[in-house]
């Protein structure tokens, strides 16, 4: 889905950044990095809106609190936890698909798929490219050194996966010595990642990286061209940026990477104005 298709959707959500942006304060909280995603900042009672806090990755659904407090049961509050709790089983029942998929050859090498972390309707997901060594052996997205980076990316702007992100690749199986997914690869996985949007109702979607952007974009545009713009992924604003292993290797890459974040959470704040 590009963003050709919905010409004024673009449009719309840069003037809603700019809105964002002056809701915000725009450059007087723009000062996050000195020493760009060094440190992760303390984590601020005011931080970004938590949309839920209801996790989701270790695919069980039993015994589970309610993510409410059941008091005071109003027949919206009910269907809204019951909601929830299908919404859980469901993601479980797809990533016990997941774990068994067999349908493209990186199955053959994987030591554990890697299907997702973070909560139930995330005020954004992030989708990375695929796991790599660290995620294959843990079973979690994003725990090695780009992970790390991740994590302090996302919270130079509020978000954190166990709070108001999610998680998730365009391959959930580790490509062999890293190497990017190939087309087929992609779209043979991609009816997963499609279903995890679907169920967990993400409000925005960073993309890290080319490979991420390219595939949920479906263009061959460079991360260069793509990054600095708010795209569309079906009625969803995606904002691409660079993957934080480009970072690593790059350090001039972080101050563009940073105006992204900004741009993100500019939208962020005007959504969270226009529901003030
Ligand atoms: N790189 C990715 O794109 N995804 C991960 O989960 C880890 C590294």
């Given at each position: 889905?590009?963003?050709?298709?919905?010409?004024?959707?673009?449009?719309?959500?840069?003037?809603?950044?700019?809105?964002?942006?002056?809701?915000?304060?725009?450059?007087?909280?723009?000062?996050?990095?000195?020493?760009?995603?060094?440190?992760?900042?303390?984590?601020?009672?005011?931080?970004?809106?938590?949309?839920?806090?209801?996790?989701?990755?270790?695919?069980?659904?039993?015994?589970?609190?309610?993510?409410?407090?059941?008091?005071?049961?109003?027949?919206?509050?009910?269907?809204?936890?019951?909601?929830?709790?299908?919404?859980?089983?469901?993601?479980?029942?797809?990533?016990?698909?997941?774990?068994?998929?067999?349908?493209?050859v990186l199955s053959s090498g994987r030591?554990k798929a890697v299907f997702g972390q973070?909560?139930?309707?995330?005020?954004?997901?992030?989708?990375?490219?695929?796991?790599?060594?660290?995620?294959?052996?843990?079973?979690?997205?994003?725990?090695?050194?780009?992970?790390?980076?991740?994590?302090?990316?996302?919270?130079?702007?509020?978000?954190?996966?166990?709070?108001?992100?999610y998680i998730a690749n365009i391959v959930?199986?580790?490509?062999?010595?890293?190497?990017?997914?190939?087309?087929?690869?992609?779209?043979?996985?991609?009816?997963?990642?499609?279903?995890?949007?679907?169920?967990?109702?993400?409000?925005?979607?960073?993309?890290?990286?080319?490979?991420?952007?390219?595939?949920?974009?479906?263009?061959?545009?460079?991360?260069?061209?793509?990054?600095?713009?708010?795209?569309?992924?079906?009625?969803?604003?995606?904002?691409?940026?660079?993957?934080?292993?480009?970072?690593?290797?790059?350090?001039?890459?972080?101050?563009?990477?940073?105006?992204?974040?900004?741009?993100?959470?500019?939208?962020?704040?005007?959504?969270?104005?226009?529901?003030?």
């Amino acid at each position: 889905m590009t963003d050709e298709s919905y010409p004024n959707k673009a449009a719309l959500y840069e003037a809603l950044a700019t809105i964002g942006d002056a809701l915000a304060g725009g450059l007087r909280r723009s000062t996050v990095p000195a020493g760009l995603f060094e440190e992760a900042p303390e984590r601020e009672p005011e931080s970004l809106e938590q949309r839920s806090a209801e996790p989701h990755d270790a695919a069980s659904t039993e015994g589970r609190a309610p993510a409410r407090a059941p008091f005071a049961a109003s027949d919206s509050l009910e269907s809204d936890r019951s909601e929830e709790i299908d919404t859980a089983t469901a993601l479980s029942a797809l990533e016990a698909e997941v774990k068994t998929c067999t349908r493209c050859v990186l199955s053959s090498g994987r030591h554990k798929a890697v299907f997702g972390q973070g909560v139930i309707e995330p005020l954004v997901l992030v989708i990375g490219e695929g796991p790599g060594a660290e995620e294959d052996k843990q079973g979690l997205p994003f725990v090695g050194a780009s992970g790390q980076l991740l994590d302090k990316m996302l919270a130079s702007i509020g978000l954190y996966r166990d709070q108001n992100c999610y998680i998730a690749n365009i391959v959930k199986c580790r490509p062999p010595n890293n190497r990017e997914p190939s087309p087929d690869e992609r779209a043979t996985c991609m009816p997963y990642l499609r279903r995890q949007i679907t169920l967990l109702k993400p409000r925005f979607i960073l993309c890290a990286g080319r490979t991420a952007a390219q595939a949920m974009l479906g263009t061959a545009e460079g991360i260069n061209k793509l990054r600095a713009t708010i795209r569309d992924f079906d009625g969803i604003p995606l904002v691409p940026t660079y993957h934080p292993s480009a970072l690593l290797r790059d350090e001039s890459l972080k101050r563009p990477a940073w105006e992204d974040l900004k741009r993100l959470r500019s939208l962020i704040e005007a959504e969270r104005g226009l529901n003030d």
